[in-house]
Structure formats: structure tokens, C-alpha cells
């Protein structure tokens, strides 16, 4: 057996190994392996009686029953409570993960205010700023009159302790990587003191009912910072997040085990603090003026909420003998298949032009419904024909280039009507009383619309 005192351990991913190594072989990231002293020796054996401390019996119960959704507490915040699937789940932690600076922490007091405004007991517990610093804030977004009980802490015992005797509906740790706990010797913010404090929060969330709020830095490539282990461990991930220069934010739900995955919150960064935006198709429409050539509307779904967001394209001829394709927004490997379709099936010469393809506002789409917006977006530009305003598209493309129904045909329809358009083009079967339909059974179809732009 080794003797050694001494284990390796992965920051980013967890994996434990008996040796260190530049790349860790479980997630494949360099430089993220570091040495830790060995956590506690090993437990024995479990079977036999063999351990000092002795089993109780668990009681197993039927599944019938508690078949009622769990209750609810509203935030006070539409956008916070959409994202969360409606609101806070009573025993239940919750991670937000962001960029520094994209505002967690503006975010998070002005959901604390909301709940302390709702009668809700809530306690900020704050491992990066002072109570001062806080309280400034609280002034800027005018809620320093909301019941808010603030705290600056990092020693997981003492704010154990002090919960368990304060009592608080609902427990903000801005963030999880300032904690540390005295039962482990490693360093505050390794992901096995993120890992250990996490799991100690997570199981005073379940025992104590009280809702459980973390707070988790990002690191650059889009992970939780250290321990996507977290994630694994609480309820419900969101992420909030910004494109750059731009005031607005998106929370995404990207695990929610009380909720629909994939909702979006959506809200604007003003001098006042974050600002909900009812209606977020404002934001990802550009304004109508003249209706120019490679812009197409997407009728899209986004977690439970219709959006309508602009795909925009631009198409130059090339010279190179690999054509540049660049795209914001949207999958690269989907652009690449689509053009290819289009070329094959529909006979067009995007194999010679540069392709540009952005989503307006930021917007990430990951639907397959974007599929016909971003063809009819291409088509226009290649064509330089504007298409019809007040003209919304949706569809999903085979590799066969025909065009396949969507979910929620009538949801995306009456998005659209509401905001004042007045035709779609979407696959065949769809019906509408209130848009006039252009139905596109293949993208043959819908080049050729495109080039005559009726
Ligand atoms: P913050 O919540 O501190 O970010 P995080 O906790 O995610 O690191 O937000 C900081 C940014 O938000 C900062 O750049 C200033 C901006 N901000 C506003 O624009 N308006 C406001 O009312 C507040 C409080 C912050
Ligand atoms: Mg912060």
C-alpha cells in the first residue's frame, strides 16, 4: 500500500490520481492538477458489523402520494422566479454561476430585498465585500429599507452555526469559492473545499427547508470555476449571462430539477440596478426601418417563452479556396450542414462565397427550429432580396432538404401576431387565422420565394 501522505487532485474536474500529470486525463484540461494532503484513511470495511458506529435501519416508502407540486416562494421578480420554474422550492440550493462583474451579487440583493419585502426571513452572507460596500449598494438600488439580515463570513462552521440558530427562509453565499471549511486543510476556493462546503449547504438546505442561494465564479471557458462538481450537488444551475457591451443579461436555467431546463430571465444592467424585461423580443428585434437584405425574423422558443429574434447574414464572394464561415450565436457545425443542403439540394453557390452569420442581441440559439430562418437570412443575402417585412420563419431542414415541423407551431404564430407581424413562413401543415402562411415544404421552395420575394 502507499505510504505516501499526499494525493493528486484535478481543480477543474475533480478526478483524484495517485500522481501528478500536466493534463488531467478524466476532463483533459492542463495545469489543473495539484497536490492536496490525503483526505482521511481509508473507511473499511462497511459490510459485517465490521465499523465502530452502528447502521440504522432506512424506511422505505411507496411512491404514491406528495404527488403535488412542490410550493412556491415568489421572489417578487418575474424573471428571477421564470428562470427558477416559478419561483423558490423550500428546501432546495440553487447555484449562480457568471462572469466576474456581469452582477450576481446586484442581482442577488435585489432578490434578497424582494423575498425580505414578501415577509420572507433572508440572510446575505458575503465572503467578498464588507457590509459597507454592501450597503452602498443597497442604497444605489434604493432597497437599504428591505429586511435584510447582511453578514460578512467565510468560515463555514461559524455561518453553519449561526443559521442553525437564526432560522432564515432563505440563505444568500455570495460566493461559494470565498468559503472555507477547518475540517479540511486545503486552500479556500480548491475544489475540495468548494466541493465540501457546497455539500455541507446542500444537506442544511434539506434538513432545514431553508432555500440555499450559491453564488460560483466562472472561469474563462464557460465552467463554474473548480468544481463543476458543484453542479452535480444543488437543485437547480443558472448562469447568468452577458454579451459583451451590451446592458442586458440573460439567466438560463441550465439544470433545474423542480423546473423546466433551458428558461430564460431576462434583464437589463441600468444605473438602478438589473431591470426585468417583460417582453425580451424587443430586444432582439432591430428596429424596423428598411427592411434590408440577409435579415431574417426567427419565430423561437426559448426555455417556455416564445421569442422572436433577428438572424442576420452576410454573403460576399471569395477567393479563398476555403471560404471563410463565421458565426455568432449559433452553431458552427449546423451552418456548415445547412449551407451544404442548400448548395446540394437547392442548387446554390455558398461553396464560393464567405458566409457571416450573427444572432442579433447575443442570443445563443440551440433550437433546430432556426434551421429555415437562418436558410431564408442566407438566401437573402446571397440573392441581395430583402424579404417581405412584418415576415417571421421557422422550420427545422432534413440533410434530404425538405422542411419538418416544429413543437409549438401556434405559440411562435401569436408571439408574432402580438408583435405585429403579418406572415410566416413555416413548414406545410401549418395554419394560422391571423398571419398569412407561406408554406415551405423544401428549401428548394423557400430559395426560390426568396429570389421572387412576394
Ligand atoms: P456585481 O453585481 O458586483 O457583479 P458580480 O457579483 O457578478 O461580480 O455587478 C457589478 C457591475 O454592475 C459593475 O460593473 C457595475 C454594474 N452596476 C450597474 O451598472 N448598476 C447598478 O445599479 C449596480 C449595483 C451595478
Ligand atoms: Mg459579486
Redesign the pocket.
Known amino acids: 500500500m502507499a505510504k505516501s501522505s499526499e494525493t493528486y487532485v484535478c481543480q477543474s474536474c475533480g478526478n483524484i490520481t495517485a500522481k501528478w500529470a500536466g493534463r488531467c486525463e478524466a476532463c483533459g484540461e492542463w495545469n489543473t492538477i495539484e497536490a492536496q494532503a490525503a483526505e482521511a484513511g481509508p473507511p473499511g470495511s462497511l459490510g459485517g458489523g465490521a465499523g465502530k458506529s452502528k447502521a440504522r435501519k432506512i424506511e422505505f416508502t411507496s411512491l404514491a402520494g406528495g404527488g403535488e407540486a412542490p410550493p412556491r416562494i415568489p421572489s417578487g421578480n418575474n424573471e428571477f422566479d421564470r428562470a427558477c420554474g416559478g419561483g423558490l422550492v423550500p428546501g432546495s440550493a440553487l447555484l449562480i454561476g ?10 442577488l ?1 435585489q432578490i434578497a430585498a424582494g423575498l425580505g419585502r414578501g415577509n420572507q426571513s433572508v440572510a446575505y452572507i458575503s465572503g ?1 465585500e464588507a457590509p459597507a460596500q454592501i450597503r452602498m ?1 443597497a442604497g ?2 434604493k432597497v437599504q429599507d428591505t429586511p435584510v439580515h447582511l453578514a460578512a463570513a467565510t468560515n463555514l462552521r461559524d455561518i453553519l452555526a449561526t443559521l442553525k440558530t437564526e432560522k432564515p427562509d432563505v440563505v444568500i453565499i ?1 460566493s461559494i469559492q470565498t468559503l472555507w471549511s477547518d475540517a479540511h486543510p486545503a486552500a479556500p476556493g480548491t475544489v475540495t473545499q468548494v466541493r465540501a462546503c457546497a455539500h455541507e449547504l446542500v444537506r442544511y438546505a434539506k434538513k432545514s427547508g431553508a432555500v440555499v442561494l450559491l ?1 460560483g ?1 466562472v472561469t474563462k471557458d464557460g465552467h463554474i470555476a473548480g468544481p463543476r462538481v458543484v453542479e452535480h450537488l444543488v437543485d437547480a444551475v443558472l448562469y ?1 449571462e452577458a454579451e459583451q457591451g451590451r446592458d442586458f443579461r440573460i439567466l438560463r436555467a441550465v439544470k433545474n430539477r423542480f423546473g423546466a431546463a433551458h428558461e430564460i430571465g431576462v434583464f437589463e ?6 431591470e426585468e424585461v417583460a417582453n425580451p423580443s424587443s430586444l432582439f428585434l432591430t428596429d424596423g426601418g428598411e427592411a434590408a437584405s440577409g435579415a431574417a425574423v426567427f419565430a423561437g422558443i426559448e426555455g417556455t417563452r416564445p421569442v422572436l429574434v433577428e438572424i442576420q447574414a452576410l454573403v460576399s464572394p471569395s477567393s479563398l479556396a476555403a471560404p471563410r464561415r463565421s458565426v455568432v450565436g449559433w452553431d458552427s457545425a449546423r451552418l456548415s450542414m445547412l449551407l451544404a443542403v442548400l448548395d446540394t439540394r437547392a442548387g446554390l453557390d455558398f461553396g464560393r462565397h464567405d458566409v457571416f452569420l450573427n444572432i442579433a442581441g447575443g442570443l445563443r440559439i440551440q433550437e433546430p427550429a432556426a434551421d429555415l430562418a437562418a436558410a431564408a437570412a442566407l438566401c437573402s443575402s446571397l440573392f441581395d432580396a430583402p424579404l417581405p417585412a412584418q415576415c417571421v420563419v421557422f422550420g427545422e431542414t432534413a440533410l434530404s432538404g425538405s422542411v419538418r415541423p416544429v413543437n409549438q407551431s401556434d405559440a411562435r404564430l401569436k408571439e408574432a401576431q402580438k408583435l405585429g407581424f403579418t406572415s410566416a413562413v413555416a413548414p406545410a401543415g401549418v395554419a394560422s387565422a391571423d398571419l398569412k402562411i407561406r408554406e415551405a415544404s423544401t428549401l428548394a421552395d423557400l430559395a426560390a420565394w426568396v429570389r421572387t420575394a412576394d
Open positions: 457568471g462572469d466576474p462583474g456581469v452582477g450576481k451579487s446586484t442581482l440583493l467578498e449598494r444605489r438600488l455570495d453564488v465564479h447568468f444592467m441600468t444605473s438602478k440596478g438589473l
